[in-house]
């Protein structure tokens, strides 16, 4: 079993709808998630992180995260054009030493049409 | 200003050399990082510094050796290139390995092409 999992898509949906985008992660000790967005040819940008049970808002951008059943999500509202990209989830896991690590899901790609 | 920066941006050579990338980060960071990413855009971690002492190892070949002159530097040496290296390597710095609300800030990457 993969540590961080997502659909590859790709997720298409049309321009001013919600794009909604999972994750699921096997280690239950896991505190802290991170969504980030990275378009073709360029770095990963982390867009949202969150920690606790619960809906994390940040503009048109909504996380989620339920620990007991180990799944995050993020919801991207309005979606525009500018929004294609694939959408990474990643997890920081900690590591013998006490050190964190941050391990990556395989990523998303959504497609926003007009 | 850039947060993280990697030299070059693009790197084609043989089979078989020895090359190097070269990553600097102005944020003041302790730990930085290696990743890579390969052609199914799967981001790995392959190494982590924190203020210079190497933390994490991941099951890399030993022909990639990281060296960290500082905490503010962090380089990835590769001997003997073969095909299968070639992917896209980015640097990655945090404020400290046991931090847990942070999330990783990276460079812009350096495409790597093994000819």
């Known amino acids: 079993q993969k540590e961080v999992e997502q659909n590859s898509g790709p997720l298409s949906v049309p321009e001013g709808a919600i794009a909604s985008l999972n994750c699921t992660y096997s280690?239950?000790?896991?505190?802290?998630f991170f969504w980030y967005r990275q378009y073709s040819g360029k770095s990963p940008e982390l867009i949202m992180s969150?920690?606790?049970?619960g809906d994390k808002e940040d503009g048109r951008f909504t996380a989620q995260l339920n620990k007991a059943s180990q799944y995050v999500s993020l919801l991207i509202r309005d979606s525009q054009p500018s929004d294609s990209a694939t959408y990474l989830c990643?997890?920081?896991?900690?590591?013998?030493?006490?050190?964190?690590?941050?391990?990556f899901g395989a990523g998303t790609r959504l497609a926003v049409h007009p | 200003d850039t947060a993280v920066s990697q030299t070059p941006k693009y790197l084609v050579t043989q089979m078989g050399n020895d090359k190097s990338i070269k990553c600097e980060q102005n944020?003041?960071?302790?730990?930085m990082y290696w990743y890579k990413q390969d052609s199914k855009k799967f981001l790995k971690i392959m190494f982590s510094y924190n203020n210079k002492e190497l933390i994490i190892n991941e099951t890399v070949p030993n022909r990639f050796s990281p060296k960290s002159p500082d905490k503010a530097h962090l380089n990835l040496h590769i001997n003997s290139l073969e095909l299968g290296d070639s992917a896209v390597y980015f640097c990655a710095s945090s404020p400290s390995p046991w931090d847990v609300p942070y999330g990783y800030t990276f460079g812009s990457g350096t495409r790597l092409t093994v000819v």
């Open positions: 990643a997890v920081k896991v900690r590591r013998s030493g006490g050190y964190n690590k941050l391990i």
């Open positions: 280690d239950r000790g896991s505190q802290s």
């Open positions: 969150i920690y606790s049970n």
């Open positions: 944020l003041g960071h302790d730990t």
